[in-house]
């Protein structure tokens, strides 16, 4: 392994400001009785997935209104940063990117987000590294509770990851990105083959529509 490698801990390549990492508001704070049909979206844990190619489901989102939501500028997400659950599905990661619909999220009471700082890493590396199956058994192994699991700040903080130069990080994010574009197409053209298949069974077998037209 090249001697340019590094191990390095999640609060080291944070980005250099006080709410880089951090939680989302207290529970009652952003409960959903302050939810509304649009304003400011609210990533929860539905938003999230343990799928590497889903970086951030963007449907069904709970929204507050711009007023609430400038109670909690610590806890919003932009473009660029990394979402972790942190209650419950511990293993789910997100990532806000070009692709999401909103420029910027509140985080939900059970999510916490982490801003990199880019001269120290690349985002996407970084999320490719807690998608993988290393860190997932890594945070689910450690995860503190009984009932509930759960994945804190100070965990996040204290995880070490495997540095190549922030050149490298940017290739091998470009390599799994194009495999996940193609993971993605792959499944939107199995779904609409499944699709088609169910249209033509309906139209045989339930509707006879062959034997109509005879």
């Keep these: 392994m090249s001697s340019e490698w590094r191990v390095a801990r999640v609060e080291e ?7 880089a990492l951090a939680t ?20 929860r844990g539905s938003n999230l997935s343990a799928d590497t190619s889903t970086r951030l489901i963007d449907a069904d989102l709970a929204f507050v209104s711009h007023e609430k939501a400038s109670e909690f500028q610590r806890s919003v997400a932009k473009r660029g940063d990394l979402v972790f659950t942190c209650w419950g599905t511990i293993n789910q990661v997100g990532l806000i990117d070009s692709r999401s619909k ?24 970084i999320y490719y590294v807690f998608s993988g199956p290393a860190k997932q ?11 509930v699991p759960g994945f804190n700040l100070g965990q996040l903080k204290r ?34 083959l499944e699709a088609i298949a169910q249209a033509l069974f309906k139209s045989w077998f339930v509707d006879f529509d062959p034997v109509r037209a005879k």
């Design 159 to 192: 995880h070490e990851v495997l540095l190549p130069p922030v050149h490298e990080q940017m290739r091998i994010a470009d390599f799994l990105e194009t495999l996940d574009d193609r993971i993605t197409l792959l499944r939107e053209t199995n779904a609409t």
């Design 13 to 19: 390549i944070a980005a250099p400001f006080s709410t």
């Design 137 to 147: 058994n890594e945070i689910l192994e450690n995860g503190i509770g009984s009932s």
């Design 24 to 43: 989302g508001p207290f529970g009652s704070a952003i409960s959903a009785k302050y939810f509304v049909d649009s304003g400011v979206p609210v990533i």
């Design 102 to 125: 909103f420029d910027s999220y509140i985080v939900s009471n059970k999510q916490m987000k982490l801003t990199i700082d880019p001269a120290k890493a690349d985002n996407r590396f």
